[in-house]
């Protein structure tokens, strides 16, 4: 039986009168593909936001790998991976200074980075690229690179932030490919995408919409329950109704 | 042509939605007058001396009166001894001691000539020279008091006549200066960033694939900080008639015309600048850091220019706040005419094509 | 611990890849410092004087010769109308009129008195009132000369005179740039450490970096002190720079202890680097941060007491000079520097300054803290 990694119940996040986060409710177990859907402005970064420890829940409760968001923040922190949008690499320093020091702020000693910084850079090839500066990388390597980077110091889960923007599908295939094995090794994955064919990778998903949990399944149950063949539909028939836009 | 506007447009949304920096736009030219106006002078007040009498007597006692009601001391009467006065210099309590020696009415009278000391604090040298002149003064004018008594022949007095500013008030001189520093500050840094931070981030290249002359692109970044430029003259003219005391002796329109021509060399400064560099960073260090203490400096209005060495005064001469202070002190408060500044204009406008020029080049080796 | 080693690592990593930001940093100062003590300069000397003679008299040659040779003047126009001379003012060609009155040497031995006109552009009030002053007392000067002349000696009683013997103290020979010096070096430093230090936390928050580490365990009181510590370091450098620049071109050697001085400045670094940090969790872009510490920058530095003495603004201003940190760094360092002031002279301002960097880096720490 496994256990649940991401537990919330009421999570709800209001800035003065908008509730951007309404009292959503879910579990996430270990070693679970995890999407998390919605339109623009439905509330999905904010939600992520909570789970992160980068912001306090207006009310609800929620725990992370068995930590609580109000007041156990840092311990959430040295458990969790993130990849944001922007992929948060430092585009002036080289391949290696990145892997450096993200490992080393997660507590990696000297041996363990070294062993593990090059096994990460064999794995992705980029053994020609260690000393270049990471901005002058294409994009799909620092896509690649960024998700490594997060599961350096074997974090439980790892927040995934639309990591897929802009690549072409060859380079998307083999993120998935990283993605899996890292679920192999027992990581949970908890990943926001707009990439509908994406969806039909995770064990489940959820849509969220106006702020709310419209729906949460795996995507086989989804399309059976609209009637619907891909989640393109399945998420045009929930989201088509959103009085919310970005 | 409505392409144009629609950029124009644009950018004016970008600027009006960033309210923290619209504060500084138009609160700085406010906040400069009004330190200038009403905290900076020249003048030394209140300035902490000591003095020590060791006379005591009619002439002394006379002598220290008139310095304890003059505005500029305040006067300590102590008797220290020297080891004390330097400690007292090294706190920096005093600035100046004036010490009289003993028996000094007495040699007033019977040797015609008497000595007094004075020491001033000279890390500051001109405070040190002013006060001390001060002190000059006062012994001068208790002697000429005395003398008055005897008649004294072939008197010549100059007869002085302070033109454009017979209250010798500050304003006159710095608020062409500050109008000079805030245009040029906030025109070449803004612009100049503008444009970079579209580089930066990429939308630049959007805009130049766009059917629009990238001239068009750069231009419609500039206009909105004409406008707003404009209205800082404005209201820097509205705060110094109204609040300085300070009118507008000459044509207001052409120190509008002016003022228009000398945002436009900064605006074409800016953009030369952003050419230059690619990274927001560096176009902000030099267009502040690079730029506010010379300006300052070489615009004449802090410091004459006649009494920099050689070399600095030709460099004045590329500064373009040189020439713009001295056509708003021409039109301001001389209150002449385009005759009087058709020089300066000139030179304004060619410094402003020479950059046009280079600007177009760099961009276009850029682009091919 | 181990986390502010890393942070560090990255940070001067970042900052020695960055060649402009470099260059500007040691160049800019070095260039500024050569050039703005010349620049920046009270005294009054090449004042322009047209001077217009109506009388022709052996009396105003001799007043002539007398004005031109006192080193403060430079003839610009000689005996044009006064209509042209006047005209001289107005395209800045000359300072002061000076009109000596037809008949001027027959009518003072006549009449016993007579008057000279000046006319002053008085736009510039202070150089007027040097310029005038000194014109004055050259008169005054040449009065008692003609006096002498035109009476046998002896034949009167000579008035009382009473002159002024006066040293100057720390700076016998008034050079302005020991005053300047000092001056001009606290300003650099306060813009670096200022600027730089803003500039880099909101160019971590525009690119998402920042994100970034604060999902991660990283402390905010580490994250801050990795990015104090970099910027602390460079304002030594930059005023190190800045000293052997001072020592080298203008033979200035402090008079006091330079480790006193070393010591001051580190703890003004804190407060300025704490205010720059403070400024950027107010800001979201480099350009705002940019902006608005310029605009404080701008205000420290015009009413800090390097331009005008703090001693002569009215009562408000001299309040808030109490909470402008530049004002205690210009004093302390012409205080050390000319004067060589020691520690217990300079206690009181230590003291206001590190409560600065107290308060400062705190309050800043509290804006990080707060998660959203």
Known sequence: MSEAVIKTDKLTKRFGDFVATNAISFEVQKGEVFGFLGANGAGKTTAMRMLCGLSIPSSGTATIAGFDVYGQTEKIKKSIGYMSQKFSLYEDLTVMENIRFFGGIYGLTGQQLKNKGNELITKLGLQKEVKKIVGSLPLGWKQKLSFSVAVLHNPKIVFLDEPTGGVDPVTRRQFWDLIYESVENGVTIFITTHYMDEAEYCNRISIMVDGKIEALDTPHNLKEKYKVTSMDDVFYQLARGAKRGE | ?368 | MRTIKFLLQKEFRQIFRNKSILAMVIFMPVVQLLILPLAANYEVKNINISVIDNDHSSCSQKLISKVTASGYFTLTGYNYSFKQAFQLIEKDEADLVLEIPQGFERNLVRENEQQLFIAVNAINGTKANLGGAYLASIIRDYNSDIRLDLIEAGRFNRQPTATIVSSNWFNPLLNYKLFMVPGILAILVTMIGGFLTALNIVKEKEVGTIEQINVTPIKKHHFILGKLIPFWILGNVVFTLGLLVAWLIYGIVPLGSVLLLYGFISVYLLAVLGFGLLVSTFCDTQQQAMFIMFFFMMVFILMGGLFTSIDSMPEWAKVFTMFNPVSYLIEVMRMIMLKGSGMKDILKQLGTIALFAIVLNSWAILNYKKTS
Request: with cysteine; glycine share 4%; proline share 5%.
């Open chain 2, 1 to 368: 042509m409505k392409q144009f506007i629609t950029f124009i447009k644009k950018e004016f949304a970008h600027v009006l939605r960033d309210r923290k920096t619209l504060l500084i736009l138009f609160g700085m030219p406010v906040v400069q007058i009004l330190i200038f106006g009403f905290a900076l002078t020249n003048e030394v007040q209140n300035a902490r001396i000591i003095v020590m009498d060791h006379s005591n007597d009619a002439a002394t006692k006379q002598i220290v009166a008139k310095i304890g009601a003059s505005q500029y001391f305040d006067v300590e009467k102590t008797v220290i001894k020297g080891k004390q006065m330097e400690a007292a210099f090294k706190k920096g309590k005093i600035k100046l001691a004036v010490i009289f020696p003993a028996n000094f009415n007495t040699d007033l009278l019977h040797q015609n000539h008497a000595q007094v000391q004075v020491i001033a604090d000279a890390s500051d040298p001109n405070t040190a020279t002013t006060l001390t002149n001060y002190i000059s003064t006062i012994l001068q004018d208790y002697l000429s008091d005395i003398n008055q008594v005897a008649n004294v022949p072939y008197r010549i007095t100059p007869q002085i006549r302070m033109m454009y500013n017979p209250q010798l008030k500050g304003a006159p001189n710095f608020v062409p200066g500050v109008m000079a520093l805030v245009l040029m500050l906030v025109c070449v840094m803004m612009t100049a960033v503008s444009i970079v931070k579209e580089k930066e981030t990429g939308t630049m290249e959007i805009l130049l694939v766009s059917p629009f002359k990238p001239l068009l692109v750069i231009v419609s970044k500039a206009i909105p900080y004409l406008l707003l430029s404009l209205i800082n003259v404005a209201s820097i003219l509205a705060l110094s008639v109204f609040v300085l005391d300070l009118p507008v002796k000459g044509s207001i329109l052409l120190l509008f015309a002016e003022s228009t021509l000398f945002i436009i060399t900064c605006l074409t400064l800016g953009i030369f600048i952003s050419v230059k560099t690619n990274s927001q960073q560096v176009a902000m260090l030099i267009s502040l850091m690079g730029m506010l203490l010379p300006t300052i400096l070489f615009s004449g209005f802090m410091f004459p220019i006649e009494n920099m060495p050689i070399p600095l005064q030709v460099f004045s001469n590329v500064i373009p706040a040189k020439w713009f202070y001295i056509i708003v002190k021409t039109i301001m408060i001389k209150g002449l005419g385009f005759s009087a500044i058709w020089k300066e204009s000139l030179i304004l406008s060619g410094i402003t094509l020479f950059l046009l020029i280079v600007s177009l080049k760099s961009f276009k080796i850029r682009l091919t």
